[in-house]
């Protein structure tokens, strides 16, 4: 069973920044599409960012310009760089990766915490 491990949550000030990792035990990372999800307290789970196999990618309206996703197939790692955090962007985040059709399997991780404070 493949998973996806999350590492690099946790508290920082306004305007500061983290940097998200999601690591992929299985095999063929490559040939995925990964996203970064967040959901807040209350809020239903949002699409942050995206990035496909082929390079295309994605941004929320809320984070472009701030947020940067990213992905080291050798790695078999993605990456959610976040800068100039807002209070607004304090969610738990959720790596995920979908393989192409025809076979559309996917897996989420269990999720990190950022919290953005004061």
């Known amino acids: 069973q493949d998973e996806l491990a999350e590492s690099g949550g946790g508290l920082v000030q306004p305007g500061g920044s983290l940097t998200l990792s999601c690591m992929h035990s299985?095999?063929?990372?490559?040939?995925?599409?990964v996203d970064w999800y967040r959901q807040a307290p209350g809020d239903q789970r949002e699409l942050v960012a995206a990035?496909?196999?082929?390079?295309?990618?994605n941004y929320a309206d809320s984070v472009k310009g701030r947020f940067t996703i990213s992905r080291d197939n050798y790695k078999s790692t993605m990456y959610l760089q976040m800068n100039d955090l807002k209070p607004d962007d304090t969610a738990v985040y959720y790596c995920?990766?979908?393989?192409?059709?025809?076979?559309?399997?996917?897996?989420w991780g269990r999720g990190i915490q950022v919290t953005v404070s004061s």
């Open positions: 990035n496909t196999n082929q390079g295309t990618t």
């Open positions: 995920h990766i979908k393989a192409p059709s025809p076979w559309n399997y996917e897996y």
């Open positions: 299985g095999d063929l990372f490559g040939i995925y599409s």
